[in-house]
């Protein structure tokens, strides 16, 4: 056993470190013998020394074993997706009920809003009954009995990269990608997945602003996952606007029971359906991508999907009738109004629309905050939209919504706007 000092200085004086030093180390994270000092040094000596994939790997590895690692024994492939997140990102909603009708499994771990990008789990919240935190057994029945289920972290499961994240949440080290890397897969390790699809956003609304730290995110998750013995490709995916034209916990809620219902907006259903594609293939269910693209058309078409997302919102304690009537169990804002501009719209700030939703209280500043799930925009105006409507706002008050009017019109540039470019732009898979 290596003492915790011996390691962060190791680390500090830039060391490659064994899989075994790494693992006492998160080892004595989770029990205890590594004190929230040392977590924190050791998380700023990788942060600034950085990490090689042998390295990631076996942190990741670690991270994973120190809680539950489920096992599953169904008929299909356990599959899943993840994000690193966005402005109108409603994907999770009606992808894993899409999956789960063409005969995937999708135990879906997801969390809450991170800064100004919206989280599938506050989403979930909205919704009336809904048990976004199940216990394990609730959870695997469900998702064996339905198809999907779509979850928070539980306590059992990646517990190491819980206490972590919270150190480098205050300690400035949140933004190395071997740390981010590390989390993100410890969780999806974790959920005994046979397949991942991984969605890097980049552009004015995503975390990662330019396409080359895109693409140095997507390669280390990539090579690190398929390193750890999980298939994993990547796709990085535009956000210089927001996916869908909605944006907020409950409005999106309504906006996923709208697609499966039949309204598709064309670039949100573009990358849906590249995300469930590569997921289908990856487990086998299609022997490739357009075979794959034709059987989830066909899921929605047939209702399928929509009839699985409904038994999963029932399955989890929600109602059984919200895709038949979800105006009556969303909430809806005392205050909804239109925000018009005449012109052609040019750019759109994303990031400050998903501020603005954070100001109307659809969002934290704090941890502990709570959401309003009524508020947020709907009907968003896309660059080359010449409609005159910017968006909706939806509201608590007044004030409130003079707020966010100004925000929106402020988030708006109109003008001549250049073609948008592709929705999916880059595909990262495994090196041979």
């Known amino acids: 056993m290596r003492l915790p000092q011996e390691t962060i200085r190791r680390k500090r004086d830039g060391a490659t470190l064994e899989p075994a030093e790494i693992a006492d180390f998160i080892a004595g994270l989770t029990d205890g013998r590594v004190g929230e000092g040392q977590a924190a040094a050791f998380a700023m000596a990788v942060f600034f020394q950085g990490m090689s994939i042998a390295e990631r790997v076996a942190l990741t590895q670690a991270m994973t074993r120190s809680g539950s690692v489920l096992a599953w024994n169904l008929s299909g492939p356990v599959l899943d997706k993840h994000s690193t997140g966005g402005i109108g990102d409603a994907v999770s909603l009606v992808l894993a009920p899409m999956v789960a009708a063409c005969g995937g499994y999708v135990p879906m771990i997801s969390g ?8 599938t789990l506050d989403k979930l919240a909205i919704i009336p009954g809904y048990d976004a935190t199940p216990d394990l057994d609730r959870f695997r029945r ?27 949440d205050v300690t400035g080290t949140v933004e190395s990608l071997d740390l981010i890397t590390a989390s993100i897969l410890a969780k999806k390790l974790a959920a005994g997945l046979d397949g991942l699809v991984m969605d890097v956003k980049v552009g004015s609304g995503a975390f990662m602003a330019g396409i080359d730290a895109a693409r140095a995110l997507a390669d280390s998750i990539v090579a690190v996952a398929n390193g750890a013995g999980l298939r994993t490709v990547a796709l990085i995916t535009d956000m210089d606007a927001p996916l869908a034209s909605a944006a907020g916990n409950g409005l999106e809620v309504a906006y996923a029971v709208d697609y499966l ?14 995300l469930a594609a590569e997921m289908l293939v990856a487990g086998g269910l299609a022997p490739d991508l357009d075979a794959a693209a034709t059987k989830l058309e ?11 997302f409904s038994r999963m919102v029932a399955a989890l304690g929600g109602p059984a009738d919200l895709m038949e009537h ?40 704090r941890p502990e905050d709570g959401i309003d799930g009524r508020v947020g925009f709907s009907e968003l105006a896309r660059p080359g939209d010449a409609s005159g409507l910017l968006g909706i706002v939806h509201a608590a008050d007044a004030a409130a919504a003079d707020r966010a009017e100004a925000a929106l ?20 898979a495994p090196k041979p």
Do not use: M, N
């Open 112 to 119: 809450r809003g991170l800064g100004h990008t919206g989280g």
């Open 261 to 274: 219902a039949g309204r598709r907006e064309p670039r949100f259903h573009a990358v849906t359906l590249a």
């Open 409 to 428: 019109r402020a988030a708006y540039s109109l003008g001549e706007a250049a073609a948008e470019g592709p929705a999916v732009i880059e595909r990262i």
């Open 298 to 308: 066909a899921s929605l078409a047939s209702g399928r999907a929509a009839e699985t």
């Open 142 to 168: 469900v998702v064996s009995e339905v198809g999907c289920a779509i979850i928070g972290q539980t306590a059992d499961l990646a517990p190491a990269d819980r206490r972590l994240y919270a150190i480098r």
């Open 326 to 365: 979800p105006t009556r169990h969303l909430p809806a804002a005392p205050v909804i109004r239109q925000v018009r501009a005449e012109g052609k719209v040019a750019r759109v700030a994303t990031r400050a629309i998903g501020l603005a939703v954070i100001g109307l209280g659809g969002g934290r500043t």
